[in-house]
């Protein structure tokens, strides 16, 4: 089984994935870094190493959701998207991504106006993915009061695919 894990910066993508290898071995997990990177090799000239770039900002997140959403219809894997709300300013989204951080994390000593300077998008990456995740039906977990909050039902989700997959 595969579960896709897409979302904006900060969100809890590499925790949740480390959370899932850790207690859930069999699963594979595919991240939007992965795909975003394959793409980058692929294709160029999109230049999607560019993080502002045109093609990283409006192609590759929906194309990305609506192939995951297809694999999710046609193999029963599971896509999971994970952001703040849609409705957060990139000032809220850096004081709560900022207090969460921990030792070690390439944010630790990250100031205030580092993280709103290099992530100056958030809050509409955040947008767009919450509109894509309407359009495509896929979970969309709002992390911004707690990331803890939803861990527990995602992994039950994946556990009752699990069964229903060995049955």
């Known amino acids: ?5 897409i979302g904006v910066p900060t969100a809890g993508k590499s925790t949740l994935t480390r959370r899932i ?10 991240s939007f870094e992965a795909m975003r990177n394959g793409f980058i090799k692929v294709m160029p000239d999109l230049k999607m190493e560019d993080r502002c770039s045109e093609a990283r900002k409006e192609i590759l997140p929906e194309f990305l959701m609506e192939c995951a959403r297809w694999n999710e219809k046609l193999t029963g894997d599971l896509v999971i998207c994970l952001g ?3 409705n957060k300013t990139k000032e ?3 004081r709560m991504a900022l207090s969460r951080v921990q030792p070690g994390h390439y944010l630790y000593d990250c100031s205030m106006e580092k ?3 290099h992530f100056y998008d958030i809050d509409e990456e955040d947008k767009r993915n919450l509109a894509a995740c309407k359009k495509y039906e896929i979970p969309y977990y709002n992390v911004f009061d707690g990331k803890d ?4 039902g995602i992994f039950d989700k994946i556990r009752v695919l ?3 997959r060995s049955n």
Do not use: P, R
């Open 149 to 152: 909050d939803f861990y527990a």
């Open 162 to 164: 699990l069964k229903d």
């Open 92 to 94: 809220e989204i850096a």
């Open 115 to 117: 993280f709103v300077h």
């Open 1 to 5: 089984m595969s579960v896709f894990i």
């Open 21 to 30: 290898k850790q207690e859930l071995k069999n699963i594979n997990i595919v």
């Open 84 to 86: 703040y709300g849609g």
